[in-house]
């Protein structure tokens, strides 16, 4: 089910009504029913294997817990779980990848070779729970995390639906204890939670999807634009990307807030960033997190010597590219980044008077990448820097005063909640000009909201 959807309105406070109705012994099962419910309206069947990594992980915790006197066996019980929940997520998401480029390598060297595809639908969200079940079975391994011996609270945490499909990406210790905890009806968290979910649509429906509507006309047909018609698409992109994905997380957040939860922030003004490492502190934390601790720290992380340390840097980025999707561009995406990383590194600390010039560097490097990471292929990655670079047709995109106000809006408050949220930065406000606020942003939705349903674009992750 999509966030920005009227079955949704309807969806979201059926789901938290019932939840302060219902006694605390049966919360726990009426948010699972609600989660599948919300994974089950898009392909029902996919819930299966979904079901299947949650039992697999679910008996691997247990294993560890008992087996604590007996490392060898506690480390089959980690390296099990996590290899069958990794060879879930390849063979749906990579394995026709790696079938299509084998293909072109036989062709290439004139051996035959059959091609093989699966015609199979990624599951929605796959590489998020992917993560969250596999931080899980780390945490139990490590000691941190009491394996969870009630199934269906364990099952919760991993399919709780706020999060379930883009994130953030949760750990045990965060998540899992508020489960257990009971929550109090309180007008403070409906009040915060609304706000969230409110600027959540405007930032998705309002400002990210109007966007995405120029930047797809670009994109489609680079030739047929002039470059300065192309920097203002790559630039529109960096926003349609953030207001798409912070509006999604804004969403989530609200969501569970409604209900009592703390979700993980995921952004923190991520183009005010002043370095490549800045941006990754501030762009989806998340994951950015998941990776120093479960693979960046145990590959040596800073503490090794500088050959070490670039090395792990490109192969924790690199791996990040490959996250996102069964793509070269997304692989080059996360190469970039590592070699921008590498690069920032070896020049040295920076002057600090000069701070805004470093944003704006930062910015445009990002939003270079952006277009790696946009781009369907290498082919078209190449059309569009090449009529970037050669100049292309007559067309103009035509942005609307609507859209300009919109952006403005979004940049302006993105600026003003640099050190805090939207909501805590609403509630301080005199209720006259918070319900100004409200009202625009509703008007806003309704008025130019996008008429179409556009997913979420980390959706296909």
């Not at 840097?313 to 990383?341: D, E, K």
Request: with cysteine.
């Amino acid at each position: 089910m999509l966030f920005n959807t009227i079955e949704f309105l309807v969806f979201l406070p059926v789901v938290t009504a019932l939840f302060y109705l219902l006694p605390q012994r049966w919360r726990w099962l009426w948010l699972l029913a609600a989660s599948c419910f919300f994974y089950m309206w898009f392909i029902p069947q996919y819930i299966l294997i979904l079901a299947a990594t949650i039992a697999i992980d679910y008996e691997a915790g247990l294993l560890m817990e008992r087996w604590n006197d007996r490392p060898r066996w506690r480390r089959w019980c980690l390296v099990s779980s996590v290899v069958s929940t990794c060879v879930v997520l390849f063979v749906f998401k990579y394995l026709n990848f790696c079938s299509e480029n084998l293909v072109l390598m036989a062709q290439h060297f004139g051996w035959a070779h059959p091609q093989r595809a699966l015609n199979i639908a990624l599951p929605i969200g796959l590489s998020f729970h992917t993560f969250q079940s596999l931080s899980y079975v780390i945490e139990v391994y490590r000691g941190n995390q009491r394996a969870e011996r009630h199934a269906g609270y364990y099952a919760l945490y991993v399919m709780f639906y706020p999060q379930l499909v883009t994130g953030p990406i949760e750990r045990p210790q965060n998540l899992l204890r508020q489960l257990h905890e009971k929550k109090e009806l309180q007008a403070d968290n409906i009040a915060r939670g609304m706000r969230l979910v409110l600027f959540g649509l405007f930032l998705k429906m309002v400002v990210a999807d109007n966007i995405g509507t120029l930047v797809d006309q670009v994109y489609a047909a680079p030739q047929d634009f002039g470059r300065a018609d192309i920097v203002l698409a790559m630039v529109l992109y960096s926003f349609q990307i953030y207001g798409d994905f912070f509006g999604y997380s804004t969403i989530a957040l609200g969501c569970a807030r409604m209900m009592g939860f703390t979700l993980t922030d995921n952004f923190r003004t991520p183009y005010l960033a002043d370095s490549i490492r800045e941006f990754w502190h501030r762009w989806h934390i998340s994951l950015s997190t998941w990776f120093r601790d479960y693979l960046y720290i145990p590959l040596g992380g800073n503490r090794v010597k500088l050959p070490r340390w670039m090395l792990n840097t490109m192969v924790v980025f690199t791996v990040c590219g490959i996250w996102h999707g069964a793509n070269w561009t997304f692989m080059l995406w996360g190469a970039a980044y590592g070699v921008l990383l590498i690069v920032e590194k070896l020049a040295g600390s920076k002057n600090g008077r000069w701070r805004w010039m470093h944003v704006a560097l930062t910015f445009t490097a990002v939003t270079l990448l952006w277009t790696v990471f946009r781009a369907p292929s290498l082919g078209a990655l190449a059309d569009i820097y090449g009529a970037l670079i050669h100049g292309g047709g007559n067309s103009h995109l035509n942005i609307g005063a609507p859209l300009i106000v919109a952006l403005a809006a979004f940049i302006a408050i993105d600026v003003l909640t640099r050190r805090t949220r939207f909501d805590e930065w609403c509630g301080r406000m005199a209720a006259p000009l918070r319900w100004t606020i409200y009202a625009l942003m509703a008007f806003a939705i309704v008025a130019f909201g996008s008429v179409e349903q556009h997913p979420f674009i980390y959706f296909q992750f």
